[in-house]
């Protein structure tokens, strides 16, 4: 099948045709025009992790498209008594036209889709956040019009986030700014992938150590959690890493009064990033919740209308 593992499974042509299709689905459905071009078709979602608003958003967009859904719980199905997870993959793609899952590892996703014989969707795995981005990507052209000259800083861990802005940024071509606290950097090879890439399409990928240098003239602002799942017993060191990470009122004033706060959720307010900024005029974060829905409606829609 047609996998979407990362961001870069996709071309920069597919990705500005999504995030197209997404917006007249959007329209669509503010109209309330019944479009249910996937009537017959099953999605079948395995979440090792907790989740909220990929869980909702594919469920609920798939049936807005006349689909079906299935939730498979990890510990129900017979992955729990030693039956691989390729093999698994094998039947169901017997059964359902698409799969999703949210794993750890992002090679244990790899084999999954290995195995299967119909498209298999990262819903989020520790490298990589392609469904997040889809719905980013929408926000931006909604809030900018273009990512042309954009500017977006990245403030945090080099995590599933980063790695999938550095995909973003090399593919679309735009500016990215990496404020990281040292030891906290994104995987080199990713890195310097992203940076020849970016560059040879007219934008740049830039890291520092210093969140208020990349602050400065940002159109977005951009953070995640500072514990991502799996990481608690990390939880002191990374708080006192990132103390001077966050994301507060003075580092908005850095950058400008028609910067964008955005943040993927679920937010730790407090931490990452304090409430006035988050419930500000300049955070547009619930945007991007809404826009999972839209974004996943456009890639689903891609893979499973006109399966290739
Ligand atoms: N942003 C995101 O993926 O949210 P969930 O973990 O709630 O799905």
């Excluded at 990496?178 to 030891?183: M, Q, R, S």
Aim: glycine share 8%; net charge negative; proline share 5%.
């Amino acid at each position: 099948g047609r996998d979407v593992l990362r961001l870069a499974d996709l071309s920069p042509d597919d990705i500005v045709q999504l995030v197209q299709l997404a917006r007249d689905l959007k329209q669509i459905q503010k109209l309330r025009i019944p479009f249910e071009p996937l009537k017959g078709k099953t999605l079948a979602m395995i979440f090792e992790k907790a989740s909220t608003r990929t869980r909702v958003s594919f469920s609920v967009g798939m049936q807005q498209l006349g689909g079906h859904i299935l939730e498979l719980s990890p510990t129900t199905l017979q992955i729990s008594r030693g039956e691989t997870l390729e093999d698994t993959a094998r039947v169901l793609s017997r059964y359902v036209d698409a799969l999703m899952v949210r794993t750890g590892p992002h090679d244990r996703l790899e084999s999954l889709a290995e195995a299967a014989t119909i498209p298999v969707i990262n819903g989020l795995s520790d490298d990589y956040h392609p469904c997040q981005l889809l719905a980013d990507l929408l926000t931006l052209y909604e809030r900018f019009g273009t990512l042309n000259g954009l500017v977006v800083t990245y403030v945090g861990d080099g995590s599933n986030m980063a790695n999938s802005w550095i995909e973003a940024a090399a593919l679309l071509g735009f500016g990215l700014r990496l404020a990281v606290p040292p030891g906290y950097e994104p995987p080199a090879a990713v890195l310097e992938w992203g940076q020849s890439e970016a560059k040879s399409r007219g934008g740049g990928v830039y890291l520092t150590h210093d969140p208020k240098e990349a602050a400065v003239d940002a159109d977005v602002i951009y953070t995640d959690v500072w514990v991502s799942m799996g990481q608690e017993a990390e939880t002191e060191a990374r708080l006192t890493a990132f103390a001077p990470f966050q994301v507060n009122r003075l580092l908005m004033q850095l950058a400008s009064r028609h910067t964008v706060f955005m943040h993927c959720l679920p937010a730790h307010r407090g931490q990452e990033v304090t409430e006035d900024v988050i419930d500000g005029d300049q955070s547009v974060v619930w945007d991007q919740a809404e826009n999972r829905l839209h974004a996943q409606k456009a890639l689903l829609l891609s893979l499973l209308a006109n399966p290739s």
